[in-house]
């Protein structure tokens, strides 16, 4: 008795568990995609390497944002030993004060992170420059914030 109505219990869990399953392929799925674009990702190429750049908003905003930089060689393996500054800057505007910051960005299991504080609404130009040994290259890359 007890265990017959354990037995349908644990059938009738059986669609209940299907259901959330195919919830869940589908969240992972096409769906997937559509929550990766809570992120802005731009890709440029800095001499050889690839560089995929991830902002955590988008559109970047006033304030702080939090910035990856994923770069790889043409093996598609990281470089070792790179240094990775940031320089981030307004183009000149009238009336405007400067605003050019240059930061290193460290690297975090992956990827090279770095918090990067954007003071006005409008275009942001960022200068990622990668230094391996003796050798720099960088790619530029071009934000809107609001
Ligand atoms: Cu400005």
Redesign the pocket.
């Known amino acids: 008795m007890l265990n017959g109505e354990t037995n349908r219990g644990a059938r009738r869990k059986v669609p209940a568990l299907a259901a959330a399953v195919l919830a869940g392929l589908v969240l992972a799925g096409p769906w997937a995609g559509r929550a990766g674009a809570a992120a802005l990702e731009l890709k440029k190429k800095a001499g050889l390497y690839d560089v995929v750049l991830r902002l955590d908003r988008n559109p970047p905003v006033v304030g702080d944002n939090a910035l990856e930089l994923r770069i790889t060689d043409p093996s598609g393996a990281a470089p070792s030993g790179a240094k990775v500054l940031v320089n981030y800057y307004?183009p000149p505007?009238p009336r405007?004060a400067p605003?050019n910051y240059k930061s290193e960005a460290k690297l975090k299991k992956d990827a090279y992170a770095l918090r990067m504080r954007l003071i006005?609404a409008?275009p942001w130009v960022l200068i990622v420059r990668i230094t391996v040994g003796d050798k720099t290259t960088s790619a530029r890359f071009h934000i809107d914030a609001l």
């Open positions: 307004m505007m405007m605003m006005m409008g």
